[in-house]
């Protein structure tokens, strides 16, 4: 199994930075696409950035020039960087990961995950 745990949520002034933080843990034999999802009250999840397993990113148009997504394969680790923050980025930020884990030691099979999410509130 995989898991994969969020940090660097946090209360911030409009303009303000936060960093967030999404790594996996388990029985990871590789990650393939990682990605930032967000989640406003009333509204559906919306991808924010991916990254894949090259480094090839993709962005919302609405957080392009002021977040940036990055990964470190060694720590199985996804970052998002946001700055400029403003009062409409306030949601709940989910990481999301693909890739292949140990089902046995001599098995593998493909996941999906989720993490359980991190709030991100920013006051104007």
């Known amino acids: 199994q995989v898991q994969l745990v969020e940090s660097g949520g946090g209360l911030v002034q409009t303009g303000g930075s936060l960093r967030l933080s999404c790594a996996a843990s388990?029985?990871?034999?590789?990650?393939?696409?990682m990605s930032w999802y967000r989640q406003a009250p009333g509204e559906q999840r919306a991808l924010v950035a991916e990254?894949?397993?090259?480094?090839?990113?993709n962005y919302a148009d609405s957080v392009k020039g002021r977040f940036t997504i990055s990964r470190d394969n060694a720590k199985n680790t996804v970052y998002l960087q946001m700055n400029s923050l403003k009062p409409e980025d306030t949601a709940a930020y989910y990481c999301a990961a693909t890739g292949r884990y140990w089902l046995t030691t001599t098995r593998t099979r493909d996941f999906d995950y989720w993490g359980q999410g991190t709030q991100v509130t920013v006051s104007s």
């Open positions: 990254i894949t397993s090259n480094g090839s990113t």
């Open positions: 388990g029985s990871v034999v590789r990650l393939n696409t």
